[in-house]
Structure formats: structure tokens, C-alpha cells
């Protein structure tokens, strides 16, 4: 498994503003993803925080509006641009980790609580 | 793409008693399906998950079975427990991590 951090745990912003969302974990990985969480909803992809080159979003998801940095292979940043109400959602960062023989799994942190008002 | 069906929406059920939930996916090339619980307030949390080359996986009460054919796997706890309320997410994916979650099903264990 891996043991994932998040700061902050939780904000409240005002519309126009940014917010950059940090995530470390305790060992090197090669994948990271950032997830947005919408009140009571499931989990969607934002996009893949690739080390070294630019992240590759989802459809419905801009560089403009999200930028990600992912400067080594144990933290990245997500930043949440120029936020509206529409923007409040718990963040979600994850990373890959090979389970051995049985092939890759996904652990998630512990995520950001965003409101913006 | 992939799409994740998952039923049901909610489940109430007493303490002791058995509890499934069922997910459908839609692309035969997904190979890779994990469940998460999550808590109040907390991350989902990695409970268990199977790949195809196997039918079924059991972890002491929980257990997930596979049916590629009909693409659907499930999630079976047995002796449920009040700890185990809490919202349940499938998954699937079939290549480079990028899962396709489920709407999630909300679970309660009553007394």
C-alpha cells in the first residue's frame, strides 16, 4: 500500500480565486491522478499527473482551469483556477502501486474538502 | 468508453445479515476490478478487488465474484457489522490505472 497526505484537508474560498492542493506519498510512484468528488456523487477523473511532461486530462477537464505539476515521483499539486460555487467537491489524489505478482492497485488520500462561496 | 452500473443505490440491512451489491461494466477488454469503501469524511479505501483471470476472491467476510461473460461482479459481506456502514464504490479498468467508478451504494448496518 502507500500512505498519501493532502493539504489542505479543507478550504473555504471566494468565486475568482485559486486554490493549489498539494499531495505527497511515502514512496516513489510512476502513476498519480487527481479525482473530483461532487456532493454525494462518485468519483470522476480529472486527469493523469505524468513526472516530467504535462498531465493528460479527461474530456471536460482543461489545463486552463486545473493545472497539475508533478515535479518528482512522490508529490504533484492540483490547482483549482479562477473557482465558481460549480468547483465545490472534495479532490481526490491517488497513486499506483504494484501489489507484487497480482499486478497494480490504487490508494487514494484522504482528499480536500473544497467550498467555494 | 467503459460504463459502471451499480445497484443497489442504497441498502439497509441488520446486523448479522448478509449484504450484496452488483455492478454491470460495459467493455470486455476491462480486466481489473476493485471495490473502495468509503466513510464520512474520509478517502475511499481499497477492501478488495479481482482480476479476470480468477472467478472469485474472498478476504474473512468479504468476497467479490466475477462473471465475465455477463459482465458483472459483485460484492458479498457476510455477518455484518455497524462498522461496515458506510458508502461502497466499484471500479473497473482495463489499462493504466484510469478507473471507471460505479455510482456507489450507501450501506446500513442496523443494530
Known amino acids: 500500500s502507500a500512505v498519501i497526505s493532502q493539504k489542505p484537508s479543507r478550504d473555504i474560498c471566494q468565486r475568482g480565486t485559486s486554490l493549489t492542493i498539494q499531495c505527497q506519498v511515502d514512496?516513489?510512484?510512476?502513476?498519480m491522478f487527481w479525482y473530483r468528488q461532487q456532493p454525494g456523487q462518485s468519483l470522476t477523473l480529472i486527469a493523469t499527473a505524468n513526472q516530467g511532461s504535462e498531465a493528460t486530462y479527461e474530456s471536460g477537464f482543461v489545463i486552463d482551469k486545473f493545472p497539475i505539476s508533478r515535479p518528482n515521483l512522490t508529490f504533484s499539486t492540483l490547482t483549482v483556477s479562477n473557482m465558481s460555487p460549480e468547483d465545490s467537491s472534495i479532490y481526490l489524489c491517488s497513486v499506483e502501486v504494484l501489489a507484487g505478482e497480482n499486478g497494480d492497485e490504487q490508494f487514494f488520500g484522504p482528499g480536500t474538502r473544497l467550498t467555494v462561496l | 468508453g467503459e460504463n459502471v452500473e451499480q445497484h443497489p443505490s442504497t441498502l439497509s440491512v441488520q446486523e448479522g445479515d448478509s449484504a450484496v451489491i452488483k455492478c454491470t461494466y460495459s467493455d470486455s477488454a476491462s480486466n481489473y476490478f476493485p471495490w473502495y469503501k468509503q466513510e464520512l469524511g474520509k478517502g475511499p479505501q481499497l477492501i478488495i478487488d479481482i482480476r479476470s483471470n480468477v472467478g472469485e476472491k474472498k478476504d474473512q467476510r468479504i468476497a467479490v465474484t466475477l462473471n465475465k461473460t455477463a459482465k458483472h461482479f459483485s460484492l458479498h459481506i457476510t455477518e455484518t457489522q455497524p462498522e461496515d456502514s458506510a458508502v461502497y464504490f466499484c471500479a473497473a479498468s482495463n489499462s493504466w490505472g484510469k478507473l471507471q467508478f460505479g455510482a456507489g451504494t450507501q450501506v446500513v448496518v442496523t443494530p
Open positions: 514512496s516513489q510512484v510512476t502513476m
